[in-house]
């Protein structure tokens, strides 16, 4: 059965974005896929803003530490203070960075960034590394991977979250070498132990200091000989990256990861991996050259693959806010919604990530998933368990929402999220369509999946049909409180 062009290119817009925006509903009916994504390219080629939060933190409470020299030279107040401070600054990068996937024209960077962000899965404290960390993402995210690679390796975020700040010539730390073999490069079962600590030993050395700058301690150093896949010589942590780089199960490793995310984690085409992984290669690299391939290929866009991934809880969220403009009476609630539903950016659960797929579903969140259009069409109150949020980003946030949200323990009780949505551009967009049309129309715009379960007379049962207006306002709401909409 072949695909139109609308339903082809919302599926390059859930793919390589966020999902379409209303403003671009009236592009997706005639515009070629092709021509789709090179606009899209074309709009994310640009540098991207920085995300910057961390004011407060900078101008006070870090560069005091500067002055002190050290931070064991702080007071326990001072310390505690610093680490408040960091965790609010977090959770306010945490909505910058929402609100830019929602509503920046970058959608293929912010997307991209995005599965940059769980590949190199980093959970830190520190504002101002992550901040960092975040920057560098978003800015290499479309370029030249081993340029990522490097500058990710050398962020203060990563050093000290792999430990490589202890990696010393006396007692070598493996984490940041096999790490970096493991997750970020060639994948598990393709390097030996000797290799990572041989690796290990090259990475002595390398660490950061306060402003967040990668320092090399020379005399931590181990300028030994040091023997990794196959390779022998007096190597330091850029050799080593530069000996991952060339190993083309890298290029492969990297490949079938992105395409994965992106195509089908369920049907993968090996011999279409192979093809990827060698220009990928060839490319030296090259990420934009990679998804370019990928965007524009036939196959990209067979029905096996329109409508079979289930929407990440950031690619959920997003995606509703982008369709219906929301306005949060506390964006703060964007939290409460991220840790119900298992995924809080910038605390991944481990150094892989977010596994994603079917861990995305359980009895309890699917439920909750079809609950949050209604939830924030109507400030719907909800009491749910949620899933375990670390205890570090808990503390502060109970204190600070108690009063708002009613944060008991770890569980919430009766809580209600207000928001407005502005139904203007929705309206319009349907206003012309006959009764009759109606909820097909609707409904060939909201779910992408292709053997989509949805009875329209049982629906029918459930929309508001007292005018046209409000018909359009309860089938967008109830479409998105399909099952079928939890995939795209």
């Not at 808990?394 to 999220?417: A, F, H, P, S, T």
Request: net charge positive; charged share 25%.
């Amino acid at each position: 059965m072949s695909v139109i062009n609308q339903v082809k290119n919302q599926h390059l817009l859930w793919r390589a974005g966020f999902g379409p925006s209303v403003s671009d509903l009236p592009q997706t009916y005639n515009a070629s896929p092709e021509a789709y994504y090179k606009a899209l390219a074309k709009a994310s080629a640009k540098d991207p803003v920085f995300i910057k939060v961390a004011d407060s933190v900078m101008d006070g409470l870090v560069k005091g530490i500067q002055q002190a020299g050290k931070l064991e030279n702080l007071s326990r107040d001072d310390k505690k203070d610093l680490r408040r401070k960091s965790r609010e600054e977090i959770r306010n990068l945490n909505l910058e960075w929402i609100d830019e996937m929602v509503n920046s024209d970058q959608q293929l960077r912010e997307k991209m960034s995005l599965f940059w962000h769980g590949h190199f899965a980093c959970r830190n404290l520190n504002i101002v590394f992550q901040q960092e960390l975040l920057q560098i993402i978003r800015k290499n995210a479309l370029g030249n991977f081993g340029d990522l690679l490097k500058e990710v390796s050398k962020s203060a975020a990563m050093l000290a979250f792999l430990n490589n700040q202890q990696n010393k010539k006396e007692h070598p730390n493996e984490n940041f070498a096999r790490e970096v073999m493991e997750l970020f490069t060639m994948g598990r079962g393709n390097y030996k132990e000797e290799d990572i600590k041989e690796a290990a030993r090259a990475f002595t050395g390398w660490g950061f200091n306060l402003k967040a700058e990668f320092v090399f301690r020379k005399f931590q150093h181990d300028n030994g000989v040091k023997n990794i896949l196959g390779r022998s010589g007096n190597f330091d942590g850029d050799d080593v990256l530069n000996i991952l780089l060339e190993q083309k199960q890298t290029a492969r490793y990297l490949t079938q990861k992105i395409y994965k995310y992106f195509v089908n984690e369920n049907v993968v085409d090996e011999k279409v991996i192979t093809v990827l992984a060698d220009k990928f290669y060839q490319s030296n690299y090259d990420i934009n050259d990679l998804l370019k391939n990928i965007f524009t290929s036939k196959w990209f866009y067979d029905n096996k693959n329109i409508g079979s991934k289930i929407k990440s809880p950031v690619e959920l969220l997003v995606g509703i806010r982008r369709i219906l403009p929301v306005t949060f009476e506390n964006p703060e609630a964007q939290l409460l919604l991220q840790r119900v539903l298992g995924q809080i950016l910038f605390y991944p659960p481990n150094v892989a990530g977010w596994p994603g797929g079917k861990n995305w579903i359980d009895s309890s969140t699917l439920m909750f998933r079809l609950r949050i259009p209604q939830l924030l069409a109507n400030a719907d109150e909800f009491s749910v368990k949620p899933k375990d949020m670390p205890d570090d980003m808990l503390e502060n946030y109970q204190m600070k929402q108690e009063d708002k949200l009613k944060v008991m323990g770890k569980k919430m009780q009766g809580q209600i999220v207000n928001a407005t949505i502005d139904w203007s551009g929705v309206i319009k967009q349907f206003s012309g369509v006959s009764r009759g049309n109606l909820l097909g129309e609707i409904a060939l715009t909201l779910l992408q999946s292709a053997s989509s379960s949805i009875n329209k007379n049982v629906l029918e049962k459930y929309i508001d049909n007292s005018s046209k207006e409000n018909y359009i306002k309860s089938a967008v709401v109830q479409l998105m409180c399909t099952p079928d909409y939890q995939l795209c």
